[in-house]
């Protein structure tokens, strides 16, 4: 099993997606790709299921081109990418039995991998309605249900746990951690809540405007992003600290990392940054300006 | 290949005879049925007396080729809305609905994934359109005693033919655009404007009967009956039937249509982006 992603770049238009995007999955582990909305998280799993072509660069899946050999790529792979939405007038149970025909099962063993998929995911309750009539939570099941039907090798979920209430987004969770139990899959999930990629991951990669950020196997060997300069009042009447001369940062959040915190950009991007002593000097700069705000 | 194909035909026709755009079709193929059905019983035999003095040429033709000249003509109409209920938004509404996220990522190449869901709205247009041939063939036999098996079954097989190849058409359009209501407006337009206006244009201007335009050719249906071709602004018609040379031409039409557009549909749908 080895993904590798090579030199990738995607653009929408002049939208410059994913740039210059160098990667490779070789062990199995849980590999969250972690960032804010629009970093390029899903646009990277669209380009890996080869939903998307990328303008520069290829990806390749145990030394196959995604988008030559895309039927023997996909045979190997279990996707949910975006929230999943399904064909209305269909049944659950016929979605799963379609998505395990075209990976070569059958019969009995048909009937037993839908049940086995249906009981880890929580969906057998409802597989014999029609999809049109079911909700976000019970959609998202059933498309991580068809994932995961086959037993694929390469699991890639965009952000499983949305639209799920909080004990279902805990099922989930509980889910891919038994997934991985075994090391024998890569399991490629995005998500924008880092506790959970805290929580599930062995490798954290950190996508922001397009661009790797951050990339590591120690969860908590996060993003050191160093605050520079000194404290400044500002003509607003505000104290920012600049983290660079284009940006500041606008406000400042507790993670449930105790040795992190997460700072929203004055740019809108979202990075991690150990505690410390300026830190903490950062956090009473922004309560003096949320002082002077409200 | 032949057992995903399968696979994929059986998963897309489930969804299209079990979805609303099936029953409006089916309630619009009764509609047309019930309607002719009640002209053939309350006119048969005083036709001829009813026609206006310029078509009272036709009270020479012989009333079943008549009666079934018209059935055919309603007939050769109901591909095109079948095609743009099932057709018109097979590929869009896998943009528009998100449901491509789902099918192509599934381990099926994507010309078989077309091919499929192509067999599957062909299919479900020609299921909807049966009860209009049961209806045409019941009133024939109960006003006429009779239907002249040759020209039925040359109707019904050019219709088949039709439906092929307007389904096709519409699969190109649907393939081209990411909203389903582009792919209707597209094949609408162009098949009910563009192809009617170029079809009189040039029959007006020229006397030019453009045989390669679908709208055109779909007049087959029923000239095997009756030869008038009523899309044409020209004199010479024949009141005898549609002879094979013409047959064919139309066949090759629908089938040149049906290739083409399949052809560039797959290559499309090879190259499309899921955004």
């Given amino acids: 099993m080895n993904i590798s992603i090579k030199s990738v770049d995607k653009y929408y238009g002049s939208f410059m997606a994913l740039q210059g995007i160098n990667l490779e999955f070789s062990e199995p582990g849980v590999i969250t790709i972690l960032g804010p909305n629009g970093a390029g998280k899903t646009t990277l799993l669209k380009v890996i299921t080869s939903l998307s072509r990328p303008r520069k660069g290829m990806v390749e899946i145990d030394g196959m081109n995604v988008y030559d050999d895309r039927k023997k790529i996909l045979m190997k792979l279990g996707t949910l990418v975006e929230q999943p939405e399904f064909y209305t007038y269909i049944k659950g149970r016929e979605i799963l039995s379609f998505s395990g025909s075209l990976k070569g099962l059958s019969g009995m063993a048909l009937k037993d991998e839908i049940s086995r998929v249906s009981d880890i995911t929580g969906s057998g309750k409802f597989l014999d309605k ?24 390469i699991l890639v979920l965009d952000e499983p746990t949305f639209g799920i209430d909080p004990i279902g987004a805990l099922e989930i969770r509980d889910l891919i951690q038994q997934l991985n139990a075994k090391k024998d899959k890569i399991i490629i999930f995005t998500t924008h809540v880092i506790e959970e990629a805290v929580k599930l991951s062995d490798r954290i990669i950190i996508l922001n405007n397009g661009r790797v950020e951050y990339d590591a196997s120690n969860k908590n060997d996060y993003v050191k992003l160093r605050v520079t300069g000194p404290i400044k009042e500002y003509p607003d009447g505000y104290r920012y600290v600049k983290i660079s001369e284009s940006e500041h940062i606008f406000e400042v959040r507790e993670t449930e990392i105790p040795e992190f915190n997460r700072l929203i950009t004055s740019k809108g991007d979202v990075r991690f940054i150990e505690k410390s002593s300026e830190v903490e000097e950062t956090i009473r700069s922004i309560s003096i300006k949320n002082d002077k705000n409200f | 290949m032949s057992s995903n194909f399968l696979k994929v035909y059986s998963h897309y026709f489930k969804n299209y005879y079990r979805s609303r755009s099936f029953y409006i079709i089916l309630i619009i193929t009764i509609l047309a049925s019930l309607i002719t059905s009640y002209l053939t019983f309350k ?8 026609l206006p003095t310029r078509l009272s040429v036709l009270s020479k033709v012989n009333e079943e080729s008549l009666i079934l000249y018209l059935w055919a003509y309603i007939m050769s109409s109901l591909p095109v809305f079948s095609s743009v209920f099932f057709s018109s938004p097979a590929i869009s509404s896998e943009m528009e609905n998100r449901t491509a996220f789902y099918i192509f990522t599934q381990p099926v190449d994507r010309i078989v994934l077309v091919l499929g869901k192509y067999m599957a709205a062909v299919t479900a247009s020609i299921v909807s359109i049966l009860v209009y041939i049961f209806a045409e063939l019941v009133s024939a036999i109960a006003v006429f005693g009779f239907v002249e098996t040759d020209p039925f079954l040359l109707s019904l097989f050019m219709l088949i033919l039709f439906i092929f190849a307007i389904s096709a058409f519409s699969f190109l359009f649907s393939s081209l655009f990411d909203k389903n209501m582009y ?19 040039l029959s007006l201007v020229y006397s030019y009967n453009a045989f390669f335009l679908l709208n055109n050719a779909s007049t087959i249906i029923e000239r095997v009956y009756i030869n008038i071709n009523p899309t044409l602004f020209v004199s010479n018609f024949s009141l005898n039937p549609a002879g094979i040379h013409e047959v064919f031409l139309s066949s090759t039409v629908f089938i040149i249509y049906t290739i083409a557009s399949l052809l560039l549909t797959f290559l499309v749908v090879e190259r499309k982006e899921v955004k």
Avoid: C, W
């Avoid at chain 2, 006119?43 to 009813?50: D, F, T």
């Fill in chain 2, 43 to 50: 006119y048969s035999g005083r036709i001829g007396n009813l």
């Fill in chain 1, 130 to 153: 029609k999809v049109g009539k079911y909700s976000r939570g019970m959609k998202q099941r059933l498309g991580i249900a068809a994932a995961l039907i086959g037993d694929p090798e």
């Fill in chain 2, 183 to 201: 792919a209707y407006i597209s094949t609408f337009v162009t098949y009910f404007i563009i192809f009617y206006s170029v079809n009189i244009a």
